[in-house]
């Protein structure tokens, strides 16, 4: 067994967080966090979802429990506009199982920020400018100067600046559509007996669909939480700069909406949707809402020398998967027993790269197909029943990877 060492982790978010943690169990002696932000992440108050399974895998190996605010999810009801029925909610075209929890970003952030133990040293406000590898570990340049590391884990996100030192020509490609994302408080909800709290709605639309469901607020209450997918008009002035050769991946902060965006976002809740979700999206407010165009990719590997990337710095998958924070706490599991078994540093990071690279290649290609079902090839949704959805799903979902692959152990 391996102990002792100095690890940085680039970036101090959900990834970081579990990263640093999984550092400290698997025997790092001194562990430092860069995070460029200087404000408190709980701040950010949008949704996650876990998998039941998937959940018990990670709470078993420590990384999430179930003193970690949650609300429960049991079914999945898909609906769809029908004009000919004044039904509010639309026609449910299927119901189907649903087995999962509901998290909000900010007060789940918050618990794993307070696992970190008091010996890590977190240094909000400190963005990494540079990493150079070297054959026994890494130099680490910020403004206050230049530190040496055993290992550095790139916990980045997309933008990771430690996957661009060690995978350069590595671009996020933008896949041709967009996502939407609000979430506001359940008490501005009308009609919320309409919608029961266990039910995630995907709402379908040629061309795009909504999902909602409520998540914790972190104070014993309930947000709503939603986010549409759909491709905008190509003759839609978008005012984002997609050319990735010239800006590199973007999205626009709440408060950030452009005008046009936001009056498709109003014909997409106007004409597309029925009532009562289009009422929805139509009650979050400027400040409650941004935008991320949609890309994906995968690095050709996990590892190169002593850099190590975990979550999105990795593998970038379309949310649609709904895998991506358990993509990261599973990266984090693997990173923790790589490093507490290898009696060396090269053999920790092929343990885990030889894991987390097929890993997140599968989730990235599952996205990609979900995509093009619920998005960019869309069935005639008004045909469908359950029995037609459900085998529709089956081939698009392809190897059951839906909620993040099984963690093997």
């Excluded at 570990?137 to 030192?165: I, K, M, P, Q």
């Excluded at 590892?303 to 895998?323: E, F, M, N, S």
């Excluded at 619920?374 to 799903?393: F, G, Y």
Aim: aromatic fraction near 10%; proline fraction near 7%; hydrophobic fraction near 40%.
């Amino acid at each position: 067994m391996m102990r002792g060492g100095k690890v940085a982790v680039v970036g101090g978010s959900i990834a970081g967080c579990a990263a640093a943690l999984a550092a400290h169990r698997g025997g790092a002696d001194e562990i430092t966090v860069y995070e460029r932000a200087s404000g408190d992440l709980a701040d950010r108050g949008v949704g996650l979802a876990v998998h039941d399974a998937r959940y018990a895998e990670l709470e078993s190996a420590g990384y999430l429990d179930a003193g970690m605010p949650w609300v429960r999810m049991a079914r999945r009801r898909w609906y769809v506009r029908d004009d000919a029925t004044d039904a509010p909610l639309g026609r449910e075209i299927a119901e189907t199982p649903f087995p999962f929890r509901t998290y909000n970003w900010g007060p789940l952030w918050r618990e794993l920020r307070s696992r970190v133990p008091k010996t890590a040293d977190f240094r909000a406000g400190t963005p990494v400018e540079a990493l150079h590898p070297g054959p026994d570990g890494v130099r680490v340049d910020t403004a206050d100067g230049t530190e040496e590391f055993d290992l550095v884990v790139g916990a980045d996100g997309y933008r990771s600046v430690a996957r661009t030192s060690a995978f350069g020509d590595v671009r996020p490609a933008y896949a041709g559509y967009l996502a939407w994302r609000g979430a506001f408080p359940e008490a501005r909800l009308a009609d919320p007996h309409l919608w029961a709290e266990h039910d995630c709605a995907y709402v379908v639309f040629p061309g795009g669909h909504v999902i909602l469901y409520r998540i914790p607020d972190g104070a014993g209450g309930h947000r709503v939480n939603w986010v549409l997918y759909t491709a905008p008009p190509p003759d839609l002035d978008l005012g984002l700069g997609l050319d990735l050769r010239l800006t590199g991946p973007t999205s626009l902060p709440p408060g950030g909406l452009t005008r046009a965006l936001a009056a498709h976002l109003a014909y997409v809740a106007d004409a597309l949707v029925p009532p009562f979700w289009g009422a929805l999206l139509r009650e979050t407010a400027p400040d409650e809402l941004f935008l991320q165009p949609m890309y994906d990719f995968t690095a050709p590997r996990c590892t190169a020398g002593r850099v190590l990337l975990v979550g999105d710095a990795a593998a970038v998958a379309r949310p649609h998967t709904g895998a991506g924070a358990v993509k990261a706490l599973q990266d984090a599991t693997v990173l923790e027993a790589a490093l507490a078994t290898a009696d060396t540093w090269a053999e920790a990071l092929d343990t885990y790269d030889t894991d987390r690279t097929v890993s997140g290649r599968s989730m990235v290609d599952l996205g990609r197909r979900l995509g093009t079902a619920l998005v960019q090839d869309t069935p005639d949704w008004r045909a469908m029943d359950r029995t037609a959805l459900e085998a529709w799903w089956k081939r698009a979902d392809g190897s059951g990877a839906f909620g993040g692959r099984e963690l093997k152990r």
